[in-house]
């Protein structure tokens, strides 16, 4: 059983994948694919021991060891030499560890995967690596699950890269034209957070005005994207 984030997460794995999770923890998204048939294999990287126990001893009870290969390493370095991927999640972690973990071993990959992301924070970072590494977003879901809004960004490779503007990189390209009901209520709630971080650092004056006025800007973009 999946949360509600894992699963449309999983929605988007292509039929048959051969699946890199990484970051995987208790392995409870290949484990789930693996166990309805939705894909070839998978390998489960984890970086830390206690989340690779997690992964071994889940994929262990299940008894999925021939399908799902849980393996101790830093990122990419999960996937050996000379395997293909057709599909990689990195989920529930930071945007720019995200980006680091990428950005570290990608060019040795066989084959460019696909890339469903769920970043907890700093989507805009993520975005632009897609952008700069020819990668097309092709799905955008922003959900609220047990008080958290959590963004999932899909994106396959292109020949050329496609230039996403400053805004589609902060609210999403795909997101931006939906509005739904879940990313308005998300960009209220950073609008009235950052009115508070602005009020108090002119209180306080001690950042520099850019500081304040690059402030000023992100709330003025919310507000514009808010009352479209
Ligand atoms: N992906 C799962 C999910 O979305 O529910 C687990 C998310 S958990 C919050 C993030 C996991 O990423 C942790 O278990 C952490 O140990 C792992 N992690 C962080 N940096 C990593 C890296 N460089 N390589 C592999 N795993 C990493």
Redesign the pocket.
């Known amino acids: 059983h999946l949360s509600q984030r894992?699963q449309t997460v999983a929605g988007y794995v292509l039929p048959g994948a051969r699946l890199a999770?990484?970051?995987?923890?208790h392995a409870?998204?290949p484990a789930n694919l693996a166990l309805n048939g939705k894909i070839a294999t998978a390998i489960a990287?984890?970086?830390?021991t206690g989340?690779f126990e997690n992964a071994v001893q889940e994929i262990h009870g299940l008894q999925l060891e021939k399908k799902i290969h849980v393996r101790q390493?830093?990122?990419l370095a999960a996937i050996h030499s000379g395997e293909i991927i057709d599909v990689i999640t990195i989920?529930?972690?930071g945007g720019s560890?995200i980006c680091q973990?990428l950005a570290a071993g990608f060019e040795q990959l066989g084959k460019r995967p696909r890339l469903i992301l769920?970043p907890n924070v700093n989507e805009a970072g993520v975005r632009k690596w897609l952008e700069i590494n020819c990668y097309q977003i092709v799905a955008e879901e922003i959900i609220a699950e047990a008080g958290h809004i959590y963004e999932i960004i899909v994106a396959d490779p292109t020949a050329t890269a496609i230039a996403l503007s400053e805004k589609a990189k902060m609210f999403g390209p795909l997101l931006l034209q939906e509005r739904s009901a879940v990313f308005l209520e998300k960009w209220q709630q950073e609008q009235i957070k950052l009115q508070h971080v602005l009020k108090q650092m002119q209180q306080a004056q001690t950042e520099p005005l850019t500081k304040e006025r690059l402030l000023q800007q992100k709330i003025n973009m919310i507000e514009e994207v808010l009352h479209d």
């Open positions: 894992l999770d990484i970051g995987s923890d409870y998204l990287g984890e970086v830390v989340p390493a830093d990122g989920c529930g972690m560890l973990i769920q």
